[in-house]
């Protein structure tokens, strides 16, 4: 390793609206279930299609009927 690195000639990153943060969130096993079965078809991981389903809902300004 150096003492010291230039970082000079870096480029800053061009996604930083595309960083993700760990979070915590307390869902049902069965909602769970539920993703983890069509990310199986999909071929993506579980979190990604929640992330995917998420971001669209917030796109698309979808409210939640509560009933």
């Given at each position: ?22 979070i ?19 071929g ?24």
């Amino acid at each position: 390793m150096r003492d010291v690195y230039d970082f000079s000639n870096s480029v800053k990153n061009p996604y930083p609206k595309r960083l993700k943060k760990a979070i915590t969130l307390r869902i049902d096993e069965d909602t769970i279930a539920y993703f983890k079965e069509i990310a199986e078809t999909k071929g993506v991981s579980y979190q990604n299609l929640i992330n995917l389903y998420l971001r669209d809902c917030a796109n698309s300004h979808r409210q939640l009927e509560i009933k």
